[in-house]
Nanobody, 123 residues
Framework: EVQLVESGGGLVQAGGSLRLSCAAS????????IGWFRQAPGKEREGVSC????????YYADSVKGRFTISSDNAKNTVYLQMNSLKPEDTAVYYC????????????????WGQGTQVTVSS
């Protein structure tokens, strides 16, 4: 069974930090890109960051560049999203997803999705 499980969300003040984790199982991890997406109430789901488990290449949405860092521990089949200098507009449910591609933030490329973890940033 393919499974992606996010963890690490919570409530923080603006300027604070959180580290999200995505634990993957049930597929060949090294053949997939892992992406982080987020969805705020009333808004479309949007790409945040992604990483290729095979070559380590990364991509970030302009809104999070310089604040968020994605990383991968292939031995643990786990991807992390370090979120620094958080802003209220970062408030959303964050989802981890897997795609059988090198790397992309396009929603339609992703085959498997986790359950999401809530991130709330107060003013």
């Amino acid at each position: 069974e393919v499974q992606l499980v996010e963890s690490g969300g919570g409530l923080v003040q603006a300027g604070g930090s959180l580290r999200l984790s995505c634990a993957a199982s049930g597929f060949t991890f090294d053949d997939y890109a892992i992406g982080w997406f987020r969805q705020a109430p009333g808004k479309e789901r949007e790409g945040v960051s992604c990483i290729s488990s095979s070559d380590g290449s990364t991509y970030y949405a302009d809104s999070v560049k310089g604040r968020f860092t994605i990383s991968s521990d292939n031995a643990k089949n786990t991807v992390y999203l370090q979120m620094n200098s958080l802003k209220p507009e970062d408030t959303a449910v964050y989802y981890c997803a897997a795609a059988n591609i090198l790397g992309s933030l396009m929603l339609y490329e992703y085959d498997y999705w986790g359950q999401g973890t809530q991130v709330t940033v107060s003013s």
